[in-house]
């Protein structure tokens, strides 16, 4: 289901890839000896539109060295390696999954003082049902726990919550307080919380040409009024802006069929961290990566061919 009125798409960003232990440094030396962010008129024209919806952005002092324009307006994150942090431990793999859940709250608080808008989490996956009966139940039961715990938080930090996957195969009972916290944020405008539960990315492709399918048979589309932008519109995160900053944790080098129509042309940061040992830290790590990125979105930068 189509996640609707935020704002529209945004332009696509280019797909790169670096690890956290070699990002790209593309940053020029002229850039490296700029004055201090907190001196640029731009800066801080940046920061004052941020709190114009979200007046706890605090980018300048959360990240001195990184410049407002560069934060990521969009994040998405595969939350990978909860099972095998536990195992390292000795647990068994739901304390992992419990544990990945604790990390949540800090990094969406954190990534709404930087001024991110949208925060997407890989959640749950399609391929997730493969797991073995007892996982799958448990992580189900502690999605309905962080949607109570969240309640809220999320209310009074005035951040909304949407849902993206389908919602075919998910419990009655989830499906009930997704949409019910869905409708109680629905107004909220400092920053939105997305969950890709029930996601997989083949799968949304295959959903939004099947209701174009249908417009197309009803009478109500032509074929020939089918274009990049009416595609996105019947995808689970119409009226979501495309992720600037893809981070997966674990350090596997992998998309694992998440947002591949979105992430385009994202910024790929990849952390060996498991996800449950995820800090502001690691966040402020990727977020500097992308920052030193040069983002050309299919053009040239400035300067001669050769």
């Known amino acids: 289901m189509p996640v609707s009125d935020f704002r529209p798409i945004a332009q696509r960003r280019e797909f790169r890839v670096a690890s956290s232990q070699s990002p790209s440094k593309t940053v020029s030396a002229a850039d490296r000896q700029a004055a201090p962010v907190g001196a640029d008129a731009e800066a801080r024209s940046i920061v004052e539109r941020m709190r114009r919806t979200n007046p706890k952005a605090d980018p300048i002092g959360r990240l001195p060295d990184v410049h407002p324009s560069r934060i990521p307006r969009h994040v998405a994150i595969i939350m990978d390696g909860n099972g095998r942090w536990a195992q390292r431990k000795g647990l068994h793999r739901v304390f992992g999954h419990q544990a990945g859940a604790k990390v949540v709250r800090s990094i969406v608080e954190e990534a709404g003082a930087l001024g991110i808008e949208v925060v997407t989490l890989y959640s749950f996956s399609l391929d997730n049902w493969k797991r073995p009966p ?173």
């Open 134 to 306: 007892e996982e799958v139940q448990a992580l189900m039961a502690l999605y309905l726990q962080y949607l109570a715990r969240e309640r809220r938080e999320l209310i009074e930090e005035n951040i909304r919550f949407v849902q993206v996957g389908r919602r075919e195969g998910l419990p009655p009972e989830v499906l009930c307080a997704v949409d019910d916290l869905m409708e109680a944020t629905r107004g909220n405008t400092r920053a939105t919380l997305c969950l890709a539960v029930n996601y997989g990315s083949r799968g949304e492709i295959v959903d939004a040409a099947r209701s174009l399918a249908r417009r197309v048979k009803d009478g109500s589309l032509e074929p020939e009024q089918i274009d990049e932008s009416v595609f996105e519109r019947h995808l689970y995160t119409a009226g979501l802006p495309d992720p600037d900053l893809l981070i997966r944790t674990a350090g596997e080098r992998r998309l694992s069929n998440y947002l591949l129509w979105q992430i385009s042309y994202a910024e790929l940061h990849i952390t060996d961290v498991l996800w449950p040992d995820f800090s502001v830290q690691e966040l402020y790590t990727a977020i500097r990566d992308y920052a030193s990125r040069s983002r050309r979105f299919g053009g040239l930068t400035e300067g001669p061919l050769f």
